[in-house]
Nanobody, 121 residues
Framework: QVQLVESGGGSVQAGGSLRLSCVVS????????MGWYRQAPGKQRELVAV???????NYADSVKGRFTISRDNAKNTVYLQMNSLKPEDTAVYYC???????????????WGQGTQVTVSS
């Protein structure tokens, strides 16, 4: 069974940093694109950053220059380094991955359970 397990959320003051991690557990062939989304109270879930298995990345305009997404393909892990955090970054952050179970099965989309990030002013 494939699961995405997130860690690294927490509370920080404005200007601080946090690093999120997400591991794809289970027997898989490969994780294709992996990304981070967030959902603030009363708002829709939005894309924060995405990275392909080749290492190409894209970011939401609101986080460009502050957040960095990276991945370790050998560990099936994606990271989100968040610097210069602002109160408006407060949200539940969700990991997302497109996973091939075998070379011919997939890709299927999986989500993590979410991790809370709170930035105080």
């Amino acid at each position: 069974q494939v699961q995405l397990v997130e860690s690294g959320g927490g509370s920080v003051q404005a200007g601080g940093s946090l690093r999120l991690s997400c591991v794809v557990s289970g027997n898989i062939f490969r994780a294709n694109a992996m990304g981070w989304y967030r959902q603030a109270p009363g708002k829709q879930r939005e894309l924060v950053a995405v990275i392909t298995d080749g290492g190409s990345s894209n970011y939401a305009d609101s986080v460009k220059g502050r957040f960095t997404i990276s991945r370790d393909n050998a560990k099936n892990t994606v990271y989100l380094q968040m610097n210069s955090l602002k109160p408006e970054d407060t949200a539940v952050y969700y990991c997302n991955a497109e996973v091939r179970i075998t070379i011919i099965r997939g890709p299927y989309t999986y989500w993590g359970q979410g991790t809370q990030v709170t930035v105080s002013s």
